[in-house]
């Protein structure tokens, strides 16, 4: 018979999911376990099919579990459990390995199903195999975990992250530190994943570049690599387009001029009376462009803002009162105004060939609001065209 082990620090839940599931107890046993170090020890001694796990736990987290079953048991699914879901997040982290997760509380009619058809080799929804490193990074990410994250190469190179509430703060690899030596460790394929426990001094913060960024420009110089090493083609083949690609991945394809004509577009919102700062972000909160004149940390401010978005796109359209395409935040210094633009039919994903673009637009106080509703219904259209 089939074995799922669940894994989750609320004694109550687990009761409550042992007792839901017993109508399919001819289909799967249920195990339960209270935090990553009792599931690990289920693990060695028992043969599991599927392991279902929240994130925040206790003495052993979800984090350093998943890092043992890609370690040890990489052929064993895994679904997520988290409070931090989004359609967005789930498409992002699907893209790279993690295909989607449960979102607390959890529907267990939706649990119940995804977890027969895990059982029944059909993968289509929230299942995580041999997780990749730039998705264990994201998940860190978007829980806003503090860790020291170990990164082991397969011919024995050790590497070191540092995250403080999700950003990435510093990174050792040899005698690279910072953002030199994240870019290296970025790059690695075929990881082993553990964590070490936190140093009591806090640790000095080194990178200032978002995650994102480092994994795209990581990316960038892997496949500048594996170009230097390839033999040259015929002219043909030097010469055609390359493949097409969306969002962020798009832009950094297309180069620099790209950004150039993208921050061009946002410098016109300089003419807003209280202007003050506005960034262009891909639907998953990383920023693209800005243009700041406030000083503004709006790589994270946008990020925030974008998850603000998120949830209330996700909510309005739960309402079928259609599909919610702007937030207003008013705060005590200033107005946060958040737009999307997204082409494709369905909200939660993103289309290819088709713009999925975000503006976070900062505004002082006294600013004219009015106006900088209209510049960003009408100026998202011109950033759009660089999304396609």
Do not use: W
């Not at 994250?149 to 509430?165: A, I, N, Q, R, T």
């Not at 004509?261 to 946002?266: D, G, M, P, T």
Request: net charge negative.
């Amino acid at each position: 018979m089939k074995c799922v082990l669940i894994v989750d620090d609320e004694e109550q839940l687990l009761l409550t999911m042992q007792a839901g599931f017993e109508p399919y107890r001819e289909r799967f046993e249920v195990l339960t376990a209270r935090n990553g170090k009792e599931a690990c020890a289920l693990l060695a001694a028992t043969q599991i099919n599927l392991v279902v796990t929240d994130l925040k736990m206790p003495e052993m987290d979800g984090f350093a579990l998943l890092a043992f079953l890609q370690n040890n048991f990489p052929e064993i699914p895994a679904i997520v459990m988290t409070a931090f879901a989004t359609p967005e997040i789930e498409t992002r982290l699907g893209q790279s390995g993690l295909i989607r997760m449960l979102e607390k509380p959890v529907d267990f009619d939706e649990l119940t199903q995804l977890i027969l058809g895990v059982l029944e080799h059909d993968t289509a929804g929230g299942v995580l195999t041999g997780i990749s490193l730039p998705s264990f990074l994201q998940l860190i990410e978007m829980e806003r975990n503090t860790c020291l994250m170990e990164v082991k190469g397969p011919d024995g190179v050790l590497g070191l992250l540092y995250f403080s509430e999700g950003t990435l703060c510093d990174a050792l690899l040899g005698k690279l530190a910072g953002e030199a030596a994240a870019l290296e460790i970025l790059a690695l394929d075929n990881v082993k994943i553990s964590f070490r426990s936190l140093p009591a001094k806090k640790l000095k913060r080194r990178i200032t570049t978002h995650l994102m960024n480092l994994l795209m420009e990581s990316a960038r110089l892997k496949d500048e690599r594996s170009l230097a090493q390839e033999p040259e083609t015929s002219a043909a083949a030097d010469t055609a387009d390359p493949p097409p690609a969306d969002g962020v991945a798009a832009i950094s394809a297309k180069g620099d001029d790209k950004m150039a004509n993208i921050k061009e577009v946002l410098e016109k919102f300089k003419t807003v009376d209280g202007f003050q700062a506005v960034g262009a972000f891909s639907p998953n909160g990383e920023m693209v462009a800005e243009c700041n004149t406030g000083g503004l940390n709006l790589a994270e401010l946008g990020a925030l803002a974008n998850d603000v978005l998120l949830k209330a796109q996700k909510t309005t359209e739960l309402m079928n009162v259609g599909r919610g395409q702007l937030v207003h935040v008013e705060a005590p210094k200033a107005h946060v105004i958040c737009r999307c633009l997204n082409e494709a039919t369905d909200f939660a994903t993103t289309a290819s060939g088709r713009a999925h673009v975000h503006l976070v637009l900062i505004i002082g106080k006294d600013g004219n609001v009015a106006m900088g509703k209209m510049k960003i219904a009408s100026l998202i259209q011109e950033v759009a065209e660089h999304f396609r």
